[in-house]
């Protein structure tokens, strides 16, 4: 063997540990926090901006109809529901991400690739 060979040798050799010391490297805790927050005030901004279009479509029907707060009752009901269906949707949509990420990292831990969720 010649130096130029050792040294290629070795420069791959350092290369290929490199790839593997920064695909094994933990990611930083703070941004998935963040993230996480990020997340919860979504849904909650979700919930309350259905209660609060509800309120204002249900009192704008009262006060043009001269009626009691009965469509103000009733619209606070039907924007609560669909806050409460936005959250779901919202909660489903995290919950897919996160299982994707798990089935990949499961995936790259025991060296097969991943699933793209396409059927055969």
């Known amino acids: 063997m010649t130096d130029d060979d050792q040294k290629q040798r070795m420069a791959q050799l350092e290369d290929k540990l490199a790839a593997a010391r920064k695909a094994?490297?933990?990611?930083?805790?703070?941004?998935?926090?963040?993230?996480?927050a990020n997340m919860a005030w979504r849904m909650v901004i979700e919930l309350v901006a259905g209660l609060g279009i509800?309120?204002?479509?249900?009192?704008?029907?009262?006060?043009?109809?001269?009626?009691?707060?009965?469509?103000m009752v009733l619209f606070i009901m039907l924007g609560l529901?669909?806050?409460?269906?936005?959250?779901?949707?919202?909660?489903?949509?995290?919950q897919e991400k996160t299982m994707a990420e798990q089935a990949e990292k499961n995936?790259?831990?025991?060296g097969a690739p991943p699933a793209t969720g396409e059927a055969d």
């Open 24 to 36: 094994q490297e933990p990611k930083p805790r703070a941004d998935e926090h963040y993230s996480m």
């Open 107 to 110: 995936a790259k831990d025991r």
């Open 54 to 71: 509800g309120f204002g479509i249900g009192y704008g029907l009262d006060s043009l109809f001269g009626t009691l707060p009965i469509f």
């Open 81 to 94: 529901a669909a806050g409460v269906k936005t959250m779901l949707r919202s909660a489903q949509e995290i």
